[in-house]
C-alpha cells in the first residue's frame, strides 16, 4: 500500500510543497505522466482546498495541496500520527491498522488515518493541531571552541601581467606561474569548472584575482579583498543545522536550522532507507530534497550577510550514516539490512556540483569518516568538537534519538556504540506525543495532586513533546504512582481507558475536538522503558568492557537536540542516566555541528576527526554477550 | 542574418538531424518554444520534402528536414558552396552576396545561395550534387609505433571475504585493505560514481571484481578476466578518428573516422568560435553534437567487438586548440581574437562524465598539451607518434589543413608554428572545388592536351577535391601553361569566363544541369599562391631561426588527412615542399590518432607529450620579421 510520490521531470523541486504524479514509469526524460485530478479535497481548519488525483491516500493529498501532516512512519500505517477526521464525503472502509491505532470513540467521531483512507469523492477534512507538521525547535547552537584556523583552502591574490603578442602564456599557466602563487603554493590541477571561469574573470577583473587552492587544485576565484567562506552541515535525520563561516577568520557569520524535508517522506530513517532502496529516482529525489533545502538555506544566509555562494570555496558535512549515504546517494540496500555495512567509512571528499550544491563551481565538500552502519560521522564530529579524544579522563558523550550513540572516552581510548532506542522521546507512540512544535508540554512537575505543565508558544496544550514526557515519566515514579517495573497505581487521576490504565494530565475540553484530555498510558511506559533500556544497557556495556563502574566516570556530556532540552535530574531519576552527581553533567547542545565547523575551518581538526574515525573501537550492541543480561535489568526504573 | 539554430530544451540530440526552433528566448529550462511550421519545402533530386518554419533560410530549411547541404563559412554567405536552384515558388530577393559570388548564367537559371534564401511560400529546390554534403574520406591509420603498454590505470583482481556481523568492515575500505590491492596500489580515493557502484557490484560479483585504480583513485570495477578497455581521439575540424584500445595488449580493437558533425555549424573553426562565443547554450550544442558522436561511435565500436563503455577506464583526446577548448566548453572569446591566448596549455585530466562522454563511470579524460592558440595538441601528438623529438636528425613534420602545423625537430631541439594556408585544399573558395567524397575527381595528370584524371567511387566527375586542385596547379605548370607568377597562358583548353581565364578540365554536359564543366580558374591559382606561400613561408622560417638550409633536412614527414592522398611530386613540383629527392618525403597518415594511441596506452608516452609540450619553441609567424620578405618569394611556382 506504500506509494511513491514522484516529482514530474524536470520540475524544479519544491521541497516544502511535493508534488503528486501518478502512473509514472520509465525513464525520466521523455516520460508522459498524467495527473487524473478529479477528487476536490478541503482541509480544515487552515482552509487549504483543490483537486487532487482520485485514488490516492489523504496523506498524499495533503502533500500535494502543501498541507504538512505529521507521518512518522513515512505512511505505511504504523505510527498512528496522520490523524484527521473526515467531516463530509465518502472515504474509502477502515483499515485493521486504523482500528488497533485509534479508540473506538474517535472511529465514531469519524476519525481516520490519512494514510490509510481514500477519498471515494469530494470531501471535507479537519486536521486536529497535534497531527500538523509545523516547524520545530532545532538546536544549531553548541559550545563554540576556539581553534586556530587554518583551512584546507589557501587564498592567493595574484596580480598578472596580461597576455600581450610577446607573451602568449595561456590564462591558467600565467596565473601558476606567477610569482604570488608560486611562493605560497604548488598548483597541480585546474578544475575543468575553474578553466571555464578563468578567461573572463582574469580579463574582468584586469588580470588581478584571488585564487583559492586546495591540495594544489585551483577551486576558487575570488575578487581580490574578499574572504574566501566555508559551509558547514550537521545533516540530522529530522533537523538540518547550516553554518556559514568566514574561513580566514575562522567566525561563524550566519547559521540556519531547518527540518530536514525528507521527513514528508518519513520521519523514520527506515522508511526513508525503504524509498531510496525502490529505485534510483526514489533516491534522489529524497537527496534533492536536501540539497534543495541546503541551496536555499546557503542564498538566504548569504542575502542576510551580503556575501556571495561562490564565495564559498569549501564545505564540510556530518551525518549519521544512513543519511550520509542517501546525501551522497549512495546505494542503501546493504546498509538497511543485517549486517548493516556502510559503503564507505573513510573521511571523502566530493565535487560539491556533483551533489548539486550551488557554491564555488570547484570546491568539494567533505564527508568526515563513519565509524560503522550505525555510529556516523556526526559522532565523530561530536567526539571531536567535544575534545574528549585526548583528554585524560573517563568521559562520556551520548546524543539522544532514535538511535542513540555514546562514545566512552577511557583516558584516549575511544568506545563507541549505537542503541535502539526508538522514536518514543520523538513522541512517536505515544498517545499524547508530539515533537517539540507549538502547543507542546515541554516540562512537567507534579505538586500533590496537581499537574505544573509549560507549553511551547505558551499556547494551550495538545501534547507532550519528549522533554515532557520524560519528566512525567520521573515524577509519576518519584511520586510512587508508577512503581519500578513500570506499572501504574490507582490515583486519582488515573482511569482505564479502552481496557488499558493512564494518567490524565491535561483534561480537555469535551466541547472542543482540538482539546483533548492529554494522558499518559501504560503502553507509553512501556515504550519508554524500552528506550530508556536500551541507552542505559549502552552505557552499562560500555563501561563493562572497559573494567569500569559507573562512579568511575569523570563526567557526561549530552549532545544533540533532544538532550539539550531534558531535565537531567529527570533522565537520572528514571535511570536512563547514571545516578551522578548533576555536575558531572553538561549539556553541549549540538555538538557534531561544531565538530562540523572545527573540520570546516582547520585541517588539523579535519586529520584529528579522520583519526578519531580509525582509532574508535566499535561495539555491536545487539551482538553483545552481556546484551539480554543488562537490559532486562535496565528496563525497570530508577 | 547569421541564424542560430537550437534544440528544444531536453530533446535528445540527433546530431546528424539538427532541429531547427525559432522564438526560443530564456533559460534553457521551463521555456516555451514554437515553431510556425508553414512552408512546404521539397528538395530534389533526394526527394526529402516537409514543413519548415516559413521565415527560416533555405540552409536552415534544409537541416531541419535533414538534407546535408555543404556549408564552410556557416551560413554567413561567404564561402559560395551551399549553391542550389530554385525550380518552382517564390523566395526572397538576390543579395549582393550571391550577386558577388554566383555567374549571371547561373542567376538566369535561378541558382542561389541556399543561406541566402528565405522561401515566401511552398517551393520546390534542386541541389546540385556539388552542394551536398555526402560522406567523406577519413584517415584514421596511421604507422603503428609500438611501445610496451603500460597505462595509467593498474587493474587489480581482487577476491574479498564477505561482511559478516563479526566482520562489519565498510565496502570501500575491504576493498582498499585487501592484499590482493594493497601489495599492488596505494588507494587514496573512491570516487563518488564508483562509492555508488560499488556495495551491488561487490555482492553481485560474489565479492570477486577488479578495481582499476588510476593515481591512487579507483575509477572503474570490471568483472574479473575482462581487459580494461581505453578510448583515444583525434578531434579534428572537419573529421574525428575514435579508437578502441586494449590497455592490457595495447592492441587497437576496433577504430571509427567520422564527420565532425559541428560542420553543420560551419566547415571553418572561426564560424565555430563566433557561435561558441555567443553564448554558453551555444557552446553547450557545439560540444554536444561532438560527445553525442563519440558516444555513438563508441557504442558501434563496442558492439562490433562484443566489449562494454563500462570496461572503458581510460581515454585521451587530441585536438587542436580551437577544438580542444570547445570540446572542453572552455571560454573562446580570448582565442579568437588577438593575441590569441589559450586558457590552458598543460595536459589535464577531466571527468569523462563532466564532459558527457559515456565510458566507466569514474573515469577521465587525458587532454594532451596545447602549444599555442593554433598550435594545439594534435601537433604534440604527431611529434610523439613520429618521434621525431628524440632522433639525432633534421626531420619536418607537417600537418596540411586550414590551418597547417610544421615542426621541426633539430637534432631534439623542437620549433613549431602554425601557418595560415586557408580552406584552399578543402576545395574552398576553388570554383569547381569540392570535399574528398564520390564524384570528386582525386588525380589528374596532362597528356598533351588531354586531361587523365580518376574519381572517387568511379563515378561521373562533379568536381575536384584537394589532392586534384594540387594535381591540376602541378600539372599546368609543369606544362607551362601556367607560369611561376601564376598567371594562365593560352592554350585551347583556356578560356574567357566572366572577365576571367579559367583551364577546362572537364567539359560539362550542356542539357544536364548537373554535370557542369569542371574549370581552374585565374581565381582559383591566386588562392592556392596565397596557401602554398603560406605553407613555404612556414617552412623556410623555420630553417631560417634554425639557421639551416632546405638541403640539410634529412626527413620531411606529412601526416593528416590530406596529406595522405596528395601527389609529393605536385607538392614539390609547385614549390609548396622543398625541392628535395622523394625518398625523403614520407606520408605517415593519422601521426595525431596514433599519439593519442600511444599516449593512452603508455603513461611514459603521456610524459614524454607533456614534456614535450615544454619543449616546443613556439614562433608566431604573422609577427616574424622575415614573414613578407619570404611569403612575397613564396608565392612564386616552382
Redo the contacts between chains.
Sequence with gaps: MYKIIHYPP?T?IDYARPKLVKSWVGPL??TEYTCNLTVHIEFEPIGRRGDCPSDSSLLECARYLGVDIVSICGGVGDCGRCIVQILKGKVSPLTDNERQLLDKAMIAKGYRLACRTIPLGDILVKVPPQSLSTPQRTQVEGEEITVKPASSVTVCPVSLKP???AD??????RL?ESPDIKNKVKIS??D?AI??????EL?LKKWQIQAAVRDGEVVALLPLNRNPLGLAVDLGTSKIAVYLMDLTSGKTLALRGLMNPQISYGEDIIARMALANRGTEQAKLLQELVVAAINEAIIEMCNETKKSPSDIADAVLVANTAMHHLF????I???AR?????????A????AR??GLKIASGAYMHFLP?I??YVGADHVAAILSTGIYKEDSITMVLDIGTNTEICLANHRKLTSLSCASGPAFEGAHIKSGMRAADGAIEHVKLVSDKVEYQTIGGVAPVGLCGSAILDTLAQLFLAGIVDASGKIKPHPRVRENNGTREFVLVYGNKQDEARPDITFTQRDIRELQLAKGAIRTGIEVLLESNKLKYRDIDSILIAGAFGSYIDVASAVAIGMLPNLPLERFRQVGNAAGMGAKLALISRHQRAIAQEIGTRVQ?I?LS?APQFSRIFNKAINLG
Design positions: 524536470n524544479a526524460e521523455n597576455a600581450t603578442l602568449l602564456q595561456a590564462d591558467a599557466e601558476r590541477n585546474f575543468i578553466l571555464r571561469e578563468i578567461s573572463p580579463r551522497l546517494r549512495l546505494p540496500g546493504q546498509l543485517a549486517p548493516y555495512i556502510a559503503t564507505v567509512s573513510s571523502i571528499d566530493v565535487k556533483d551533489i563513519n560503522a552502519g566499535y555491536d551482538s
